[in-house]
């Protein structure tokens, strides 16, 4: 799996956001249960993404969490970026420390391909394009 437990909850909560956009603000607890991520998980990822404004909580008894954006304009880089460890992937993939092109290990040059190629696709692809494409048979939708 490419992308950590954090940023696929992350991914997965604003799906299921986009889902609902423009209607009433969705609960934790309604998001925890369709999406099937652990409550105290879920708020902290819902937290962290509220900091960085790509969602807003309302406080009460009408109060959740809606997307503070259109879905469309909510990349998955902006996520990738928010929830992981090492967003620029720029640890060597064979544990050297910072990967370094004039100290490279042996997979240097194929790792920095394949970062590039994740980072064009995770910059390419919005929350609503994950809304809009039907899963395939046999795997959940998100």
């Known amino acids: 799996m ?12 604003l799906a299921y956001l ?4 423009g209607e009433k603000p969705c609960g934790l607890r309604e998001i925890a249960e369709s999406e099937q ?24 008894i009408h109060g959740g969490y809606e997307l503070a954006q259109p879905p469309q304009e909510i990349s998955l880089w902006q996520v990738f ?6 967003p620029y992937l720029d640890t060597c993939i064979l544990g050297h420390g910072v990967c370094d092109s004039e100290d490279g290990c042996p997979l240097h040059a194929d790792w920095h391909q394949v970062r590039q190629e994740l980072l064009t696709f995770l910059k390419s692809r919005t929350i609503s394009s994950i809304v ?8 959940e939708q998100l």
Do not use: C, N
Request: charged share 30%; no cysteine.
């Open 132 to 139: 809009a494409t039907p899963a395939r048979d046999g795997i």
């Open 2 to 13: 490419v992308f950590s437990k954090a940023t696929g909850y992350g991914i997965r909560a």
């Open 37 to 60: 991520i652990p409550p105290l998980y879920l708020s902290k990822v819902l937290s962290d993404l509220r900091r960085q404004r790509l969602v807003r909580s309302t406080k009460g």
């Open 18 to 21: 986009a889902r609902h956009f």
């Open 81 to 86: 970026r928010i929830l992981e460890p090492d």
